[in-house]
């Protein structure tokens, strides 16, 4: 819910008196609603209720339309510098060859370094799905070889003919409770 469909302004206002807030901050003390909104008028400003529990409640002379579009402008800011992560898939197979699970573990590498999830899926075709191991196997390998950039955020599991785990990019920031490693310094000559 929006906060500016929340904020009650001017008449909205129906509290016997509020305490009042000047437009630079000073704190101009309770006093009856209708003289503050009067204050707010001479003023050419809103009074804008923006503590509705305080007792009294605590209002603000403002211009309220200003206020509303740095609002929105703060948030269109802040929307714009969000990072949309995408899930990618990469399917593998129980028997992969080599060359083509290097190109594969390549492929991962590059979307989890653009700081995208990965989902890995291996399709069990005819009687592979009696030979689950194998596929383990593949899913284990294919973690170690790219374990620097990534964590595992799902382990393997079988979901009917599939075998998936979903691969999240590894964070630089220590654990909670853990201090950065330093890297250890050079003898000084």
């Known amino acids: 819910m929006d906060i500016n469909n929340e904020l009650q302004i001017n008449e909205e206002i129906r509290d016997?008196?509020?305490?009042?807030?000047?437009?630079?901050?000073?704190?101009?003390?309770?006093?009856?609603?209708?003289?503050?909104?009067?204050?707010?008028e001479e003023a050419e400003l809103d009074l804008v209720k923006i503590v509705p529990g305080a007792v009294p409640p605590v209002c603000k002379l403002m211009d309220y339309d200003k206020h509303r579009f740095e609002q929105a402008k703060r948030e269109k800011e802040m929307r714009k510098n969000q990072k949309?992560?995408?899930?990618?898939e990469v399917q593998l197979s129980a028997t992969i060859e080599e060359n083509d699970i290097?190109?594969?573990?390549?492929?991962?590498v590059k979307f989890l370094k653009e700081g995208n999830k990965v989902k890995v899926s291996i399709r069990f075709r005819g009687r592979q799905i009696t030979h689950s191991d194998i596929g383990m196997k593949v899913m284990t390998d294919f973690i170690e070889?790219?374990?620097?950039?990534?964590?595992?955020?799902?382990?393997?599991s079988i979901e009917g003919r599939h075998m998936l785990m979903v691969l999240a990019p590894k964070t630089d920031k220590?654990?909670?409770?853990?201090t950065p490693k330093k890297a250890p310094e050079a003898p000084k000559a």
């Open 16 to 40: 016997r008196e509020v305490r009042v807030i000047g437009a630079d901050g000073a704190q101009l003390g309770i006093m009856p609603t209708r003289k503050a909104i009067e204050l707010a």
């Open 84 to 88: 949309v992560v995408e899930l990618k």
């Open 102 to 108: 290097n190109i594969k573990a390549k492929n991962a």
């Open 145 to 156: 070889r790219i374990k620097d950039v990534c964590v595992v955020e799902r382990r393997p």
């Open 174 to 178: 220590p654990a909670k409770g853990q």
